[in-house]
């Protein structure tokens, strides 16, 4: 079984810069979750994707914007970068939308913003 | 709105040492899931365990155990006889039912254990 796999493995942008991060999925999964972890502290939630459709997004500005396609497989994108955008960049995938299911991470993106 | 507090930001113990990491949530649901999660340097973060709300059983699984108590929203997590692989952040998080998977998680607890 494939886990949740992530690319690039890092990246460096600079200000005002698009960037596209990328997410596979965990197999049998259909679900996928954005977060962003900033240096020294916790993931916060960006959005999550539910067959394709957004279901939830935490306090991101319009720029984060995402994808999920048909194979459950998905994209963060971020649109004018700023320095602050510089953190680790995680993917998680789940087999539904409960809470109980728990969520499985990749092994992260990681974003510096110059 | 929910929120996890880890109020331990660093802890440093020799090996063989037991550790406790505390946990303190807030939620207005009366169906939530609690996570602790593992982030070695490498970054990726590993799943250790999850309890609902509705089960106040205690575990233990191997070296690790856990203390789920709802009078005092508090999860916290135990290793016993520390190793040097355990060094890592250790998180606690928060998923609610009406919110579905998405987890809410504390700001980390930095765990080095030395030799």
């Known amino acids: 079984e494939t886990g949740v796999t992530q690319s690039p493995t890092h990246l460096i942008k600079t200000r005002g810069q698009q960037v596209t991060l990328r997410c596979s999925s965990q197999?049998?999964?259909?679900?996928v979750s954005w977060y962003q972890q900033a240096l020294g502290q916790g993931p916060q939630f960006i959005f999550q994707?539910?067959?394709?459709?957004?279901?939830g997004r935490g306090n991101f500005p319009p720029r984060f914007s995402g994808l999920q396609f048909p194979n459950y497989s998905s994209e963060l994108n971020v649109n004018a970068l700023e320095l602050d955008d510089s953190a680790l960049y995680l993917c998680?995938?789940?087999?539904?939308?409960?809470?109980?299911?728990?969520?499985?991470f990749g092994p992260g993106t990681r974003l510096t913003v110059l | 709105a929910q929120k996890v507090t880890q109020a331990q930001t660093e802890i440093s113990v020799v090996e063989k040492e037991d550790v406790t990491l505390d946990c303190v949530y807030e939620t207005r649901d009366t169906t939530y899931y609690l996570f602790w999660y593992k982030q070695p340097p490498s970054g990726e973060l590993v799943f250790l365990i999850r309890r609902n709300s509705f089960d106040e059983q205690n575990e233990i699984s191997g070296r690790y155990s856990w203390n789920f108590q709802k009078s005092t929203s508090s999860f916290n997590f135990t290793i016993t006889a520390s190793q040097v692989v355990d060094s890592a952040v250790y998180f606690c998080?928060?998923?609610?039912?009406?919110?579905?998977?998405?987890?809410?998680f504390g700001e980390g607890t930095q765990l080095t254990v030395n030799p």
């Open positions: 998680a995938s789940s087999p539904g939308l409960a809470g109980a299911v728990g969520q499985y």
């Open positions: 994707y539910y067959r394709e459709e957004e279901n």
């Open positions: 197999s049998g999964h259909n679900t």
């Open positions: 998080a928060l998923s609610q039912e009406t919110s579905g998977s998405r987890l809410t």
